[in-house]
């Protein structure tokens, strides 16, 4: 089954649930579409009066959020036409800076060359995260052995030196069977990609690229789960939906074997694939009521339940409060830029304004 079909399963996580309920009190089943500080989308369950369009592209990550948002926004504002695409991180930057689009998503902060561009197509923007990710790694559950891989093990895979010569299961590590490997991973525009060979391999964009890449995470999805010998990695959402197909391949950082889950992400030791996932906004686009008026749905408080449904772990209560700080006031720009490697969302939002 693809993503777009279904709705991924709830996240099987205490804590998101925990999140959700604290955040949103008893309200949150009955009033999805409340929003906090405006009104203007029918909050509260009455239909409004907003026309016009809102547009969305982006990472292919983001998208199970965005079309999940976009679906409850039109329940109490149908005359709002909202469009949801998915041309992966670097794609959806490159329609957002010329200002073709409203909003983007994206799995990674936006990169110097993209905030030039932003610049030189005078599009101000604020960045917005919108929840956590687990960036999965899965292979196909008839490969039995498959079920922890050392950092230095994916390593070895995917960086370019592996091409052409890592090519049976058995290389990675003798404990594996004796099966021929077969790659899938995103496309060289996907900000997971970016953020995987970052974050794996030493540096963005060092690959091997003798694997099968996709922006749509669903062939990776369909890839891996026809292939005995299949390997790949996505965003969590795209394993939940399809988890009966694949298998979770467990990470150890050296500290012993850690699912992706919502407690391994929010206790820090889903490592180093955990990452926060965004949604950047035109200022000037902003200025349409329609426009402000989804956004300002999209990140109240009481739509962890939603962020929750598109399979990703919300924000707990004290960084999403210093998000909303930060959308309220206006604030343009990105909290990464210029910032020392390896800082915490939770690092940088407490030396934003």
Same mark, same amino acid.
């Given at each position: 089954?693809?993503?777009?079909?279904?709705?991924?399963?709830?996240?099987?996580?205490?804590?998101?649930?925990?999140?959700?309920?604290?955040?949103?009190?008893?309200?949150?089943?009955? %009033? =999805?579409?409340?929003?906090?500080?405006?009104? #203007?989308?029918? /909050?509260? @369950?009455?239909? +409004?009066?907003?026309?016009?369009?809102?547009?969305?592209?982006?990472?292919?990550?983001?998208?199970?959020?965005?079309?999940?948002?976009?679906?409850?926004?039109?329940?109490?504002?149908?005359?709002?036409?909202?469009?949801?695409?998915?041309?992966?991180?670097?794609?959806?930057?490159?329609?957002?800076?010329?200002?073709?689009?409203?909003?983007?998503?994206?799995?990674?902060?936006?990169?110097?060359?993209?905030?030039?561009?932003?610049?030189?197509?005078?599009?101000?923007?604020?960045?917005?995260?919108?929840?956590?990710?687990?960036?999965?790694?899965?292979?196909?559950?008839?490969?039995?052995?498959?079920?922890?891989?050392?950092?230095?093990?994916?390593?070895?895979?995917?960086?370019?030196?592996?091409?052409?010569?890592?090519?049976?299961?058995?290389?990675? %590590? =003798?404990?594996?069977?004796?099966?021929?490997? #077969?790659?899938? /991973?995103? @496309?060289?525009? +996907?900000?997971?990609?970016?953020?995987?060979?970052?974050?794996?391999?030493?540096?963005?964009?060092?690959?091997?690229?003798?694997?099968?890449?996709?922006?749509?995470?669903?062939?990776?999805?369909?890839?891996?789960?026809?292939?005995?010998?299949?390997?790949?990695?996505?965003?969590?959402?795209?394993?939940?939906?399809?988890?009966?197909?694949?298998?979770?391949?467990?990470?150890?950082?050296?500290?012993?074997?850690?699912?992706?889950?919502?407690?391994?992400?929010?206790?820090?030791?889903?490592?180093?694939?955990?990452?926060?996932?965004?949604?950047?906004?035109?200022?000037?686009?902003?200025?349409?009521?329609?426009?402000?008026?989804?956004?300002?749905?999209?990140?109240?408080?009481?739509?962890?339940?939603?962020?929750?449904?598109?399979?990703?772990?919300?924000? =707990?209560?004290?960084?999403?409060?210093?998000?909303?700080?930060?959308?309220?006031?206006?604030?343009?720009?990105?909290?990464?830029?210029?910032?020392?490697?390896?800082?915490?969302?939770?690092?940088?939002?407490?030396?934003?304004?």
């Amino acid at each position: 089954m693809i993503l777009q079909n279904l709705r991924p399963i709830h996240l099987a996580s205490v804590v998101a649930i925990a999140l959700v309920t604290s955040s949103c009190g008893g309200n949150q089943a009955s %009033n =999805p579409g409340g929003q906090a500080g405006t009104g #203007s989308n029918g /909050g509260t @369950g009455n239909a +409004s009066s907003l026309s016009g369009n809102v547009t969305i592209d982006g990472s292919s990550t983001v998208f199970p959020i965005s079309e999940i948002m976009a679906e409850e926004f039109r329940k109490t504002n149908s005359g709002v036409d909202v469009a949801v695409g998915e041309s992966g991180t670097g794609g959806g930057f490159k329609k957002f800076c010329a200002g073709e689009i409203s909003l983007t998503g994206a799995s990674r902060p936006i990169k110097p060359e993209e905030i030039e561009a932003c610049k030189k197509g005078n599009v101000e923007y604020i960045e917005i995260p919108i929840a956590y990710d687990a960036l999965t790694v899965v292979a196909n559950p008839q490969n039995e052995a498959a079920k922890c891989m050392k950092v230095a093990d994916l390593k070895k895979v995917w960086e370019p030196a592996a091409q052409g010569k890592i090519t049976n299961w058995n290389q990675i %590590n =003798p404990a594996f069977p004796d099966l021929k490997l #077969s790659l899938y /991973g995103p @496309g060289t525009d +996907s900000g997971t990609f970016d953020y995987f060979t970052e974050e794996i391999v030493g540096k963005a964009k060092e690959s091997r690229s003798d694997y099968t890449g996709s922006e749509d995470d669903n062939t990776l999805v369909q890839g891996v789960a026809g292939d005995r010998g299949g390997l790949g990695y996505f965003g969590y959402a795209y394993y939940e939906a399809n988890k009966e197909q694949l298998k979770a391949v467990e990470i150890d950082n050296g500290k012993g074997c850690v699912a992706p889950s919502a407690e391994t992400v929010l206790a820090g030791t889903y490592n180093p694939l955990s990452r926060p996932i965004f949604v950047y906004a035109s200022k000037k686009d902003l200025a349409r009521p329609e426009v402000k008026a989804f956004v300002d749905f999209a990140i109240a408080s009481n739509n962890k339940k939603l962020i929750t449904e598109a399979g990703y772990v919300p924000l =707990p209560d004290e960084l999403s409060a210093a998000v909303q700080k930060r959308y309220d006031s206006g604030q343009a720009g990105s909290m990464y830029e210029g910032a020392p490697k390896g800082s915490t969302l939770k690092d940088l939002l407490a030396k934003s304004k």
